[in-house]
């Protein structure tokens, strides 16, 4: 009898201390974390044991042996893994975890605005937060400009492949639903063309009217004559920090349409899709000359005395401009 009693005592007692471990585990799966707000989260690769220090250091969970064992009890769901999360506050252990299980990687954002070099976009490449990896050679006007998502860790070559991917793509559809009787022989003569109407203009609706001037003054065999190309061969392909000089409008270089008759041998950016359209289907005027107006658009002429009265209003209003300058 007193030995049935001991064993019942013993029974009792062991009953409680599994009641209570059982308590202090579901307390710690599911009791609020110690993230004070929503963070974002780099997981590094390495293992679990990386990881759980990493999240305790950015204060993502309270206890890094606590991580482990969760780990290895719920490993049957799945492996956790190492990319960029979004952790809301007070996160518990069980949201930890099905989040570094099944929540989709932060996309990151990169822009690359219409109209840039090869060099300039190359230097935004090189500073974007979390892509890895050493610079590919960007081809002049390769790289069609738009928003492209990557997450932390993509290399800068995958991002460089899927933007080239992209250009090609978009300039061949667009190239197929061209205007009949254009005087461009091939998608990359228009390509070489649309990255000058992108640098003459960021007036969304004025770049068919400007690309329809140099259509016409390709048609007539005239030098395209524009200050962009000037300015692409006077920076020898790169961005022109001052302004032009009659030096390099007289200056021999493939890239000068001032020099040359018909298109350069290259793009001198990269133009975005509506510069692409606008050469592929110009507007259809007489226009021959336009020259900036003050107000960020151009004015058009179909003569060249209307240019030049064009011309004159412009260089009175950048001695206006120059005269109400502060000294």
Known sequence: M????????????????????WWWADRAWTAPGPLAEPAQVVVPRGGTAIIAEALAERGVIADPRAFLA???????????????????????????LEILRKARPLQ??????????????????????????????????????????????D??????????????????????ARQPGLPLATAREALILASIVERETGRGDER??????????????????SDPTAAYAAADGGLLERPLTRA????????????????????????????????????ATDFIFFVADGTG????????????RNVARWREIERGRASAAPR
């Open 2 to 21: 007193r030995r049935l009693v001991a064993l019942l005592l013993v029974l009792f007692v062991v009953a409680g201390l599994a009641g209570g471990a």
């Open 70 to 96: 969760a780990v290895w009890l719920t490993r049957s769901q799945g492996a956790v893994r190492a990319a960029e999360f979004a952790f809301p506050a007070r996160a518990s252990l069980r949201d930890v």
């Open 108 to 153: 990151r954002r990169l822009t690359i605005p219409e109209g840039l070099t090869a060099r300039q976009m190359a230097a935004i490449l090189e500073r974007a937060e979390g892509l890895t990896g050493e610079m590919p050679e960007i081809a002049e006007g390769e790289i069609l400009p738009e928003t492209y998502s990557y997450q932390f860790g």
């Open 155 to 176: 290399t800068r070559a995958s991002v460089i492949r899927r933007a080239e991917q992209a250009m090609d793509q978009a300039l061949a559809e667009i190239w197929a």
């Open 208 to 225: 068919a009217r400007v690309a329809g001037v140099f259509i016409n003054r390709l048609r007539r065999g005239m030098m395209l004559q």
């Open 248 to 283: 390099d409008l007289d200056r021999d270089h493939p890239f000068n349409t001032y020099r040359i008759r018909g298109l350069p041998p290259g793009p001198i950016a990269s133009p975005g899709k509506d510069s692409l359209r606008a050469v592929t289907r110009p507007e």
């Open 297 to 308: 658009g151009h004015a058009f002429a179909r003569t060249l005395e209307e240019h030049n």
